[in-house]
């Protein structure tokens, strides 16, 4: 059961607080749900230990995401699932305020990471939620982060603020971020007119407020980008994180793709149109594979310009070319052999390989990795990277050299 504002009322209280440590540390001894709540609602109240209990679960879970801040944050199962990572909302808010520091709207507010990131970068903010909830929660987190003074919390419709938005502002404020909810009853909501807010509030807050981001679905069609805004995915250590749309006044380029690899260091890719696909040529001695913002911002054929490599297919984002890459756009394989796709002549090929494990990739191929890892498996002590997808539209399999490290 989630809280409730009043649960959140008592969980900020310095009893709320004690319940929370306390669970915490049940949680730390290993107590199982059944066995740790019974204790918790024996010390605290049956009304009590449930809230607590899940709250103290909750911050464990948020930590590797919000380091120490997850200590004193106040969270909800759902508002936790539907926050962004701090430091890309960090990175947001600077971008954000870079020509105009402030005030700035936080326009459906969660739990308050984007409100708490323009805080940090310096703005006063107005943080709006329909849901009571939501507002109650980002009014604990700006106070426990010792940011309320800079954080104020309203009940509005983000709907009704950007219909009413002029002037540039929305709200009063002269800069804005919107995270529509992309999930409903628990599923993503791939038509973003039915997100919430929905296209047409992302739509004319991009019209009106110059200086405003919003983040979308990584799978946006790239059609719906309106003209003059700049559409940004971003990854993480390999994985895409996040999608935003730049209105004109931040927009520099059409597409740009940025990624934050394992050591935390940040890489881009921009174009000022969309460059096209990369040309296609054929399977060369080694693979790369891109990284999943260039592919996603459609900007793989500067990743190709760059190495002087070529499509393997003009369908499929893996590149070929002579040589092995250090670049962080991509992850380079050697080609051992190039086969048409098939397990038996696969399974035939690793044995005489001496190969008994391998790690399956597969791009425009509806083979399952997994299974086909386990299909392939043998005795021998070598391991290799096999590759299924299309080559100039044949199904094909590549037998590759792990990457270096891995
Ligand atoms: C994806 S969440 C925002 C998460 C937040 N940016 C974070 O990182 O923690 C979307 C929020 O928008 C709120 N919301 C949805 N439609 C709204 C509307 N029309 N007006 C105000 N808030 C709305 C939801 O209640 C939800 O809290």
Redesign the pocket.
């Known amino acids: 059961m989630s809280a409730t504002v009043e649960d959140i009322g008592w969980l900020r209280s310095a009893d709320g607080a004690a319940a929370v440590a306390r669970a915490a540390d049940l949680q730390r001894e290993g107590a199982d749900l059944v066995g740790g709540l019974a204790r918790l609602r024996a010390e605290v109240g049956a009304g009590h230990a449930g809230p607590a209990w899940e709250l103290a679960r909750l911050r464990a879970r948020a930590r590797p995401a919000f380091g120490a801040d997850a200590d004193v944050l106040f969270l909800t199962a759902e508002?936790l699932e539907?926050?962004?990572r701090p430091e890309l909302?960090a990175r947001r808010a600077t971008r954000l305020l870079t020509d105009v520091p402030g005030p700035a709207a936080d326009?459906?507010?969660?739990?308050?990471?984007?409100a708490i990131a323009l805080a940090r970068a310096g703005a006063t903010v107005l943080a709006?939620?329909?849901?009571p909830v939501?507002r109650a929660l980002t009014a604990a987190n700006a106070a426990a982060l010792g940011l309320a003074a800079r954080v104020r919390v309203s009940d509005?419709?983000?709907?009704d603020l950007v219909a009413a938005a002029s002037d540039g502002r929305v709200g009063g404020c002269p800069a804005a971020t919107l995270?529509?909810?992309r999930r409903a009853e628990g599923r993503r909501q791939p038509d973003p007119d039915r997100w919430?807010?929905p296209w047409s509030t992302v739509t004319a807050l991009l019209d009106r407020v110059p200086a405003a981001v919003v983040k979308v679905a990584p799978g946006l069609d790239h059609d719906r980008v309106p003209a003059g805004v700049e559409a940004e995915w971003v990854s993480v250590g390999g994985s895409i994180a996040e999608a935003l749309l730049w209105a004109p006044g931040l927009a520099t380029v059409a597409r740009r793709a940025t990624l934050v690899d394992r050591g935390g260091h940040v890489h881009e890719l921009a174009a000022p149109t969309d460059p096209g696909p990369a040309p296609t040529g054929p399977v060369r001695g080694w693979l790369h594979e891109p990284d999943a913002a260039a592919i996603r911002s459609g900007l793989v054929a500067l990743v190709a310009d760059a190495l002087g490599a070529t499509l393997v297919d003009p369908t499929i984002a893996y590149l070929t070319s002579d040589a092995p890459a250090d670049d962080p756009w991509v992850t380079s394989y050697r080609v051992a052999e190039v086969l048409p796709f098939g397990v038996k002549r696969l399974r035939a090929e690793l044995r005489a390989r001496g190969i008994g494990r391998v790690t399956v990739k597969k791009r425009g191929s509806p083979v399952e990795p997994e299974t086909l890892a386990r299909q392939l498996r043998g005795d021998g002590d070598g391991r290799a990277v096999v590759v299924v997808t299309r080559v100039a539209g044949a199904p094909t399999a590549l037998v590759c050299d792990p990457p270096h490290g891995a």
Do not use: E, F
Request: with cysteine; hydrophobic share 35%.
């Open positions: 508002t539907q926050a962004g909302a326009l459906g507010c969660g739990a308050g990471t984007d709006v939620d329909r849901d939501a509005a419709d983000a709907v995270d529509p909810a919430s807010p």
